[in-house]
């Protein structure tokens, strides 16, 4: 079945530091969502992508929907200590009301 | 605008007790609803969704239950709570395929 692959599982950076994650699938996905899950609180939704493609920032954070529907990355400039929590890429599934998730990558700041 | 509320926000019950977690939408009519559970450092489960009143669909066999009396109002349930069943809940709700958003949660340990 459909499934995320999120690389990597957990990073440790500087603070100031750019980020760079990625999310893959073998199969074709139409939409891709990036949350991100502070400790303790439910995710929330950071960018949404509809087209292949398609390349959208939403303040020091890009997202992007590969060219080929079964990939996405997610990109953070510049890294402060509030960027600390964990990534989750999901799409919807084929046919389906449901989303699927990754397993998340984690990021840790380190002072 | 939209929001989602879930209570208790955080509870601690015996091991064989029974369980019921409230979730309820304001602001959007007959939303998708859906049931995550989240292990300590883990990814999102889906336990159940639905897309109408009276309409549940369980995605993992378990002790647990789901029902939607109302529009807007999914519950969370069990008869016997066993240890397995600790972790985080989250609640979202969804308009077709194109997002969801998530609740606050509700921090549930047996002990």
């Known amino acids: 079945g459909q499934q995320l692959n999120q690389s990597p599982q957990s990073m440790f950076i500087q603070e100031g530091e750019d980020v760079s994650m990625n999310c893959t699938s073998s199969?074709?996905?139409?939409?891709w969502l990036w949350y991100k899950q502070d400790p303790g609180e439910g995710p929330v939704l950071l960018i949404a992508?509809?087209?292949?493609?398609e390349l959208t920032s939403n303040g020091r954070l890009t997202a992007q929907f590969g060219i080929t529907r079964k990939d996405s990355f997610l990109n953070i400039s510049a890294s402060i200590p509030s960027d600390v929590g964990i990534y989750f890429c999901?799409?919807?599934?084929?046919?389906?009301?449901?989303?699927?998730f990754g397993k998340g990558t984690r990021l840790h700041i380190l002072p | 605008s939209q929001t989602i509320h879930q209570w208790p926000a955080t509870l601690v019950q015996p091991v064989g007790s029974p369980l019921s977690l409230e979730c309820t939408v304001e602001?959007?009519?007959?939303?998708?609803l859906y049931w995550y559970r989240q292990a300590a450092g883990r990814g999102l489960q889906l336990l159940f969704y639905?897309?109408?009143?009276?309409?549940i669909s369980s995605e993992v066999p378990q002790n647990l239950s789901a029902s939607r009396p109302q529009d807007r109002q999914f519950i969370l349930s069990s008869k016997k709570l066993l240890l397995s069943d600790s972790g985080f809940y989250l609640c979202?709700?969804?308009?077709?395929?194109?997002?969801?958003?998530f609740g606050p949660g509700t921090r549930l340990t047996v002990l």
């Open positions: 602001g959007t009519s007959n939303p998708n």
């Open positions: 992508l509809y087209k292949a493609g």
């Open positions: 979202a709700w969804g308009e077709g395929l194109n997002t969801q958003y």
């Open positions: 199969s074709i996905f139409n939409t």
């Open positions: 639905s897309v109408g009143i009276g309409q």
């Open positions: 999901a799409g919807p599934k084929n046919r389906d009301d449901k989303i699927i």
